[in-house]
């Protein structure tokens, strides 16, 4: 049996972008257009890096492309030194620090405040582009590919393995609250006991891919309190299209109370328990940028003005984010 083959030490960075594209696109057609390649080069570079890493990266069939374990294990680590080769280029071109790439969800949103905040304290050389993604599932996604540099939301629902490439910071648990029609029975009350939405049916986002973590924390709150979660239903893009679904089948919608006004409709927070959805700033393992640390300094500065990282008594968090913010909170 021959021995295995040593992995370089140095895999050329062309290889990893062209590895990156068909893992992206899972489709050799697509991704050579992509790249501004011939499909049989494209294909001979996935080949040569198989070679060099010693396995298989992908399992090609006539009908699908899919990645092996093997493709898996490396596709984060491919990303990461694409998207620091890109940050390399740019810095080089520019002779300073291209902006900082930062989704905040949301025009109304935590994210947007505290991006609001670093921009009025930031230097003058320091730059951001702001992101609205609508989600950290995408947001994450973003990141690892090198398209973006870091976004806010839901860590600890983040499928297994991606935070491995990021690092994070709790930045504020917002109240979660329910979104009623104003002629609802229960749009009189202040607060929403969790009870009284037995026999309702909540849109969570069920079926946008770039919003999975907050349906997971949905779907973790309302199990057997008799709520029903909405059936997943096509990405709703903008506020227009969004309010015309929600008032069409007629849902109740679960957010929180950083929540953008909808005419016709009222925000009422959630008791009984009090549950808080925690919104964390994300990025890239390793990263440097002024334009993180103003964030970071931001975040800090206005959760301490407006006692965001309170608890009040009997709140309520997923056991998956008790876990992840606990283990952030403990020094180490």
């Given at each position: 049996?021959?021995?295995?083959?040593?992995?370089?030490?140095?895999?050329?960075?062309?290889?990893?972008?062209?590895?990156?594209?068909?893992?992206?696109?899972?489709?050799?057609?697509?991704?050579?257009?992509?790249?501004?390649?011939?499909?049989?080069?494209?294909?001979?570079?996935?080949?040569?890096?198989?070679?060099?890493?010693?396995?298989?990266?992908?399992?090609?069939?006539?009908?699908?492309?899919?990645?092996?374990?093997e493709g898996e294990r490396l596709l984060p680590y491919a990303r990461a030194v694409l998207a620091a080769q890109d940050q390399l280029t740019a810095a080089v071109a520019s002779g300073t620090k291209p902006p900082?790439?930062?989704?905040?969800?949301?025009?109304?949103?935590?994210?947007?405040?505290?991006?609001?905040?670093?921009?009025?304290?930031?230097?003058?050389?320091?730059?951001?582009?702001?992101?609205?993604?609508?989600?950290?599932?995408?947001?994450?996604?973003?990141?690892?590919?090198?398209?973006?540099?870091?976004?806010?939301?839901?860590?600890?629902?983040?499928?297994?393995?991606?935070?491995?490439?990021?690092?994070?910071?709790?930045?504020?648990?917002?109240?979660?609250?329910?979104?009623?029609?104003?002629?609802?029975?229960?749009?009189?009350?202040?607060?929403?006991?969790?009870?009284?939405?037995?026999?309702?049916?909540?849109?969570?986002?069920?079926?946008?891919?770039?919003?999975t973590e907050w349906t997971d924390y949905a779907r973790t709150l309302l199990t057997g309190h008799g709520v029903q979660l909405a059936a997943p239903y096509p990405k709703l893009e903008g506020d227009q299209?969004?309010?015309?679904?929600?008032?069409?089948?007629?849902?109740?919608?679960?957010g929180s109370t950083v929540f953008t006004e909808i005419p016709g409709m009222v925000l009422r927070p959630l008791v009984e328990p009090a549950a808080l959805a925690p919104v964390s700033l994300v990025w890239r393992r390793g990263l440097s940028h002024h334009g993180l640390d103003a964030l970071v300094a931001a975040a800090e500065r206005l959760g301490a003005e407006g006692d965001w990282l309170a608890r009040p008594a009997n709140s309520w968090l997923p056991d998956a984010d008790e876990r992840l913010l606990g283990a952030e909170e403990r020094p180490g």
């Amino acid at each position: 049996m021959n021995a295995p083959t040593d992995v370089p030490r140095d895999l050329d960075p062309r290889l990893l972008r062209a590895f990156a594209a068909v893992a992206d696109e899972l489709h050799f057609t697509r991704a050579a257009a992509r790249l501004y390649v011939a499909q049989q080069a494209l294909s001979r570079d996935i080949r040569r890096l198989e070679r060099e890493v010693g396995g298989a990266l992908f399992v090609r069939t006539t009908r699908q492309v899919t990645l092996t374990p093997e493709g898996e294990r490396l596709l984060p680590y491919a990303r990461a030194v694409l998207a620091a080769q890109d940050q390399l280029t740019a810095a080089v071109a520019s002779g300073t620090k291209p902006p900082l790439r930062v989704d905040v969800a949301a025009p109304v949103s935590t994210g947007q405040r505290v991006l609001d905040a670093a921009r009025e304290r930031a230097s003058r050389d320091t730059e951001f582009v702001a992101r609205y993604l609508g989600g950290l599932a995408r947001g994450a996604a973003e990141i690892l590919a090198g398209r973006l540099d870091a976004s806010f939301g839901r860590a600890a629902g983040l499928a297994p393995g991606v935070l491995d490439g990021l690092e994070h910071r709790l930045v504020r648990y917002e109240r979660v609250a329910v979104l009623l029609p104003v002629d609802h029975p229960l749009a009189g009350l202040a607060e929403v006991p969790l009870a009284r939405l037995a026999g309702e049916t909540l849109y969570a986002g069920a079926g946008n891919p770039d919003t999975t973590e907050w349906t997971d924390y949905a779907r973790t709150l309302l199990t057997g309190h008799g709520v029903q979660l909405a059936a997943p239903y096509p990405k709703l893009e903008g506020d227009q299209e969004f309010i015309r679904a929600v008032r069409k089948h007629r849902w109740l919608v679960l957010g929180s109370t950083v929540f953008t006004e909808i005419p016709g409709m009222v925000l009422r927070p959630l008791v009984e328990p009090a549950a808080l959805a925690p919104v964390s700033l994300v990025w890239r393992r390793g990263l440097s940028h002024h334009g993180l640390d103003a964030l970071v300094a931001a975040a800090e500065r206005l959760g301490a003005e407006g006692d965001w990282l309170a608890r009040p008594a009997n709140s309520w968090l997923p056991d998956a984010d008790e876990r992840l913010l606990g283990a952030e909170e403990r020094p180490g």
